[in-house]
């Protein structure tokens, strides 16, 4: 089965460990059921850092229809105006990155119960060759190996994430360029420590993408919820 639509949020966290617990109290009690229910949602997963080797610990994934559903007036409301539990939470937080993204390929097959996050700012000038190398070749070849449950590239829709940015009174920066992320699911996190990589370094050299270009985290999945 794919996904549950052609839009995702991906968000990246990390907070201090005295405030650790609370931090996932609300994301299991609260959040994930919060924004599963908003408009244009209908699944979230979140994962924590499998070798403790990932920049940022946490991350979490939100399907929606489409990536406008990220900038719909009633989710704009909600970002304007969150809950206290959501406010204690979020300013504990020393490291967040926000994503909202087109679902430009998808390769995905159920949910595995962990995740590699490959992520990558490609030349504009090679978009198209690349999108086009990596759903004829990469990330199919990856999906064929042992263990590998499914793949998917997203990429980040800067004018859907300036308008939540808007919304939470953020500065918007200049000259952006749109972030890619591969998503690779697997059955465990041995999989693809084993594979991480070579998965996505060797295929992607080609574009001017060299290993130091790309951030490799692999994730074991927490929790997850969907209507």
Known sequence: MSLYGKGMLITFSETPPEVEEDFNEWYNREHIDERVWMPGFHRARRYVDANNNADIKYFATYETDKVEDLADPEYMELLKDQSDWSKKVMSTFTKFDRITANVTIDLSHGFGGACLAARFFPGIEIMSKLRDNLGDNLLPNIVSTPGIIGAVLVENNLSVVNEGRRAQGME???NETPEWII???AQDNKV????ANKLIEAGLSEFELEPSDI???VYNLMF???R
């Open 172 to 174: 918007i920066p200049e």
């Open 183 to 185: 998503l690779i699911e």
């Open 192 to 195: 693809l420590s084993r594979h």
């Open 215 to 217: 951030n490799i985290g």
């Open 224 to 226: 997850g919820n969907n």
